[in-house]
């Protein structure tokens, strides 16, 4: 599953979580139900189903959307849609407790701590930056973040999808050229808690980080550059944005 921003249901959710950060819920509901009967294949249902669940009335509708959403994710069977099980069985959990069903709810409690923030993708695996490395370097914790200064990294990021490296090679600092290298991972790694579970269920961009370095074994040369406007939409975005970095 390669995850596509501009998929017109993803488009949509996009749209109804802006209503939702502008206080307009109707809207966003509105949004989001469309996305729903927009949606053609399971992943796209999967989505929409997680955001529709939000904007329900009554606990039992929400479940009712949660449980829709949860036997999506387990048909897709995508290292990206794993990553929401947790979550998903969590918030199903407590919906069940709202309700007063016991057994339904410490069964779901149980499920969700069951999984364990281990991935099995297995890439390809890319890193961005603007630094000019070489095949058989290593990449390891420690630098100063690319959105915050003052922010010293205690582990190293990377994706499995060429464009979200591509961004962030953009989007690092420094005035070298725009660098994509394929990765190895020297050790364990974990999702990308800054992204996964946050805008979108599961870990949709497959972006990782890891405390043991990750080695270089490549160059992609060829790749869609983002254009300058898009770059400074992006700079922009980050700036305004509210959440803290977990690191």
């Known amino acids: 599953m390669e995850f596509n921003p501009n998929n017109n249901v993803v488009k949509l959710c996009i749209q109804g979580m802006d209503m939702e950060e502008k206080g307009k819920p109707g809207e966003a509901g509105r949004l989001f139900l469309e996305a729903w009967n927009e949606a053609i294949n399971d992943f796209e249902k999967f989505t929409a189903a997680y955001y529709v669940a939000r904007h329900q009335k009554n606990v039992s509708d929400s479940l009712k959307w949660l449980e829709t959403a949860l036997q999506l994710a387990l048909k897709i069977n995508d290292d990206a849609v794993k990553a929401a099980f947790p979550f998903l069985y969590l918030n199903i959990a407590q919906c069940y407790e709202d309700l007063n069903d016991t057994d ?20 390809p695996f890319y890193h961005g930056t603007k630094a000019d490395l070489q ?29 979200g490296a591509g961004l962030a090679s953009a989007l690092a600092k420094g005035d070298g050229e725009q660098r994509i290298y394929i990765v190895e991972p020297t050790g364990n790694y974990e999702n990308d808690p800054n992204v996964t579970n946050k805008r979108f269920p599961g870990n949709p961009t497959r972006s990782y980080r890891s405390r043991e370095p990750l080695k270089i074994v490549g160059e992609v040369k060829d790749w869609v550059r983002q254009t300058a406007e898009e770059v400074q939409k992006w700079r922009e975005k980050l700036a305004n944005s509210k959440g803290e970095i977990i690191n």
């Open 104 to 123: 339904s709810s410490k069964r779901n409690y149980e499920l969700a701590r069951s999984f364990t923030d281990k991935p099995s993708d297995k890439g």
């Open 135 to 163: 095949v058989g370097d290593l990449l390891t914790p420690g630098s100063t973040s690319n959105y915050k200064d003052e922010l010293v990294m205690n582990h190293i990021y990377f994706t499995a999808l060429v464009n």
